[in-house]
């Protein structure tokens, strides 16, 4: 009888780990910014096409990606404007193709290159109407990019000024945005 409770109890314990442990991978964001140890959710993303700057030039393109706090406004199909609170996240792709992002790894460099990104940053707990917040520019770094059915696929691994990383993730549907005037 008294092995027949401590088995019982070693199942009953092991079962409260498991849960516990469940409910910790459950607790973390799947689209995410982490900055150090700290990680903050993303949730929404749009990408841009701001054309060539030169005949001679890929395309530029902007991948943008918010947390749930800053709202993004449209006006006649374009983008107006971004408010709220949160994080943003950009990265400025040299890309061949206005219409599509092209799929793979591109590196910070800045010598207008297709593959490469030449501007990237990051606004934690950035605040639109007293415009604060920690705003960091990359001065290294790897994005890649992946397309899973219509969903994009981002994973991002830079460096800021004092070494220190920003990491992350994002998986969803960007909104699309034609800026070539």
Known sequence: MKNMFRILLYIGALSLLLAGCKKDKDSSPNNYIKHGDVVYELS????????????????????????????????????????????????????????????????????????????????????????????????DGKVTIKMNGSESEIIFDCTVEGGKTISGYFKGSLKYFNNDD
């Not at 395309?59 to 006006?75: A, H, P, W």
């Not at 990265?91 to 799929?103: E, K, V, Y």
């Open 44 to 139: 929404q993303g749009y990408w841009e096409n701001y054309g060539k700057p030169s005949i001679d030039k890929p395309y530029l393109v902007e991948i943008t990606l918010l947390s749930s706090g800053i709202k993004l406004y449209e006006s006649n199909s374009d983008l107006d404007s971004l408010a709220g609170n949160g994080q943003v996240i950009k990265f400025t792709l040299l890309n061949n193709s206005p219409d599509t992002l092209a799929l793979g790894d591109y590196l910070l460099n800045k010598e207008s290159r297709p593959g490469t990104f030449e501007f990237g940053g990051v606004w934690l707990n950035a605040d639109s109407q007293s415009k604060t917040g920690e705003r960091m520019d990359f001065t």
